[in-house]
């Protein structure tokens, strides 16, 4: 087949579709095989489609001949002439005929062709004297350029197309370019500004001298000095208008043989008030010095060389001082951390302010218990060794986890507390406390004490509840009434409580 041998020169297929009659490229295929055409999706076997040089089918009989150019259309000259409607081309011949050799595809593009300018048509190209012109079977016959039409109306300075004249109708004239001469523009100069300034007429002139300038009103003034005076005088309210004052008379005196009123009778004061009345006034404690104090008297304490030393530094250096020297003769202390108790406690009995600290060494992490004692001497103070001691060698522990037969003094902190441990049948009669024997909180425990025996009368009767009292108690383990095992306290150190309430 013909596409054989193209397939063979050139490497590549060029097919006609026998449906639509377009050409398509493709690469080699073999034969038999199934071609579909890129432009009407028509397919079938390779065989069936048509070699590109071959015409299409139906145009066999056609016939080539060479058409002469038409001559351009006159240019008519712009804004001048009436539109002239758009010529019709005329059919061309009949094709009768195609050559017996087909020329390849022309290589340059289509000349455009402007709708303004004359179109630039150059004469088909000949082979020779004689011989029959290289037409191409596929180029599309130019048509002749289509113009726009001018505008209805001549442009600027003409009247609107509603009330344009009608013109007689002349002959489209040909366009020359060297008539056409483009408009030639100048600077404005200040003439031409000053001729189309307009005066205004002197009546109006004349108006405007003779009417009077109007006169602003002065009421927006007087208002704002009568709102500065209400201001003012709003703010001297108080020095104009004082304050009314009540006046009470004075009762007349009695006469000389008229005996005066007996004065009202007061109740007696109860003995919680005069007790409260003769407490000490409480003493203020420098907290910030206090701390500086303390923290140094106790690293002092813990690096004496001599029981002198440490005697200088305790209060009650000849009840305690032996106590002190088996403590460090058997303990290694090293301080780990020193600061200032969240609450100021109490002295119990005294209820005197007193300074106390949270104390962790190396031998007790939970922190043990130390508070200053004040001195005759303002700002002068001696540390408390037995709270120090006990609360370090955690001696409430002891005491809970194995109950001695007789009472033991323990200096402990202590709170008030409501004792909803306790049976609801014996709250009423039993003053509840809250022991703490470390510096952390995690050894406490609940305390109760009789309300008919001297400890627990004395303690509902100078216990607060919002106060925190630092004091040595008697303590020993007994049952209440309904056998449940408690800690009772039996007696305060320094307390007077062997007095009828």
Known sequence: MAWMSVMTQSGVLSLRCPACARLFLSLPQQPGALMTCPHCAHSAVIEAFQDGASPPPGLASMTVKRRAPRPPAPITAPMSAPPVPASVPSPSPPVTGFPSSWPPAPEKPPVFISNTLPPLVSPPPTTGWGQSP???????????????PPPAYGGVGTASPFFQPSAPSSPPQPFEPSA?????????????????????PPADIESWQASPPKR???APAIAFILLVAGAGVWLLQEDLFPPLVVEIPAPARPAA?????????????????VRKAERPPPRTVDLVAATEVARKMFLDLISATSPEQRARLIAAPEEHGADAEEFFATHKVELNSFKLSSVTPKTLPGHEAVPLFQVGT??????ALLRLVPQKKDGEFLLDWPLFAETHL???AAFLEKPPADPAWLHLGVRRSHGLELPESQRGSLVALTLQGSADGSLACLAVAPKNTPAGRYLARETEWNEVYVCRLLLHHRKLEDGTPAVFVLDIEGAATGEAP
């Open 180 to 200: 056409y001469a483009p408009p030639t523009h100048r600077p404005l100069s200040p003439e031409d500004f000053q001729s189309t300034e307009t005066a205004p």
């Open 216 to 218: 602003s009103s002065i």
């Open 394 to 396: 955690r001696k409430l």
């Open 134 to 148: 290289l037409v191409n079977p596929f180029e599309v016959a130019p048509q002749p350029p289509v113009y726009a």
């Open 362 to 367: 190396t031998a007790n992490l939970h922190g």
């Open 257 to 273: 043989g008229e005996a005066p009123a007996p004065a009202a009778q007061q109740a007696p004061a109860s003995a919680d008030d």
